[in-house]
């Protein structure tokens, strides 16, 4: 134990209190991105493989966090900018995962009405049970976001996060938590503006399915009616898709700006 501690005391004596200190108040608001953002919180990462890619992302943004800042060294004190790290790291992580909770949710709104919500299975992304389009729209958010470099635009926006608020500074919590709940508000509008064209087509097929029972009675329109739906949910989500795909690119850009912009109300 006494070895231990002389060892602890010597790597704190040669690195120096404070810089051990600006390193672990860096690592507080980056963990927060490798747990709640997406792609850095993808259950096909080895927990192990995300805390050395965050320790190295602490790493090569402490220079920029550290320059300039007074930092304490007593426990309270470091206790308490841990906490503040840890929360402002939350914060931009929550408003830039939007984007990614309104296409899954668009996904499984689909999934109910086409059809596809009786059979479920594993997402490969979230790991959470899903249906089918669901886990095609999650896949297709996942491909275009590696594409367009949104992973770089994840990195750059948390460097500017320390522009924003600095490490010794106290942002107004308060505010910035009333930017992320109105920025979680947009959730359900975003799901209906990505899943509008599939919706209506859907809705159009049930009307026309509707006029069709009244005229012939005869017909059984639940058999008929039901592959039908399905034929055209699939048609027009192929259709579709490359659009969602320019939304998707636009809203991550908005999400950053967002996570920025609320942060900077504190």
């Known amino acids: 134990m006494n070895a231990t501690q002389t060892t602890a005391n010597q790597l704190l004596a040669a690195l120096g209190v404070r810089n051990v200190v600006g390193f672990f108040l860096v690592l507080a608001r980056v963990s927060p ?123 750059q926006g948390m460097s500017r996060t320390f522009d924003i608020v600095p490490l010794s500074a106290s942002p107004d919590f308060a505010s910035i938590s009333q930017g992320v709940v109105a920025v979680f508000t947009t959730i359900f509008a975003s799901a209906l503006a990505v899943a509008a064209p599939v919706l209506i087509a859907c809705v159009l097929t049930d009307v026309a399915f509707g006029l069709v029972s009244r005229v012939v009675p005869q017909m059984n329109v639940f058999a008929v009616g039901f592959p039908v739906k399905v034929i055209v949910g699939l048609v027009v989500v192929a259709a579709s898709l490359p659009f969602v795909g320019g939304w998707i690119s636009d809203q991550l850009q908005l999400s950053v700006g967002e996570a920025l912009q609320t942060l900077r109300m504190g």
């Open 33 to 155: 991105l490798f747990l709640v953002a997406p792609m850095f919180n993808s259950r096909q990462v080895p927990a192990r493989a995300r805390t050395i890619v965050a320790l190295a992302f602490a790493l090569g943004l402490y220079p920029l966090a550290v320059a300039g800042q007074t930092l304490p060294t007593e426990a309270f004190a470091i206790v308490g900018l841990i906490v503040k790290e840890m929360l402002v790291g939350l914060a931009f992580a929550l408003c830039v995962s939007v984007m990614f909770a309104a296409v899954d949710a668009a996904g499984t709104l689909l999934d109910f009405m086409v059809g596809f919500a009786f059979g479920g299975s594993l997402d490969p992304i979230t790991g959470n049970q899903s249906a089918v389009l669901a886990r095609v729209y999650s896949l297709v958010a996942v491909a275009i976001f590696i594409a367009i470099n949104g992973d770089a635009w994840l990195i």
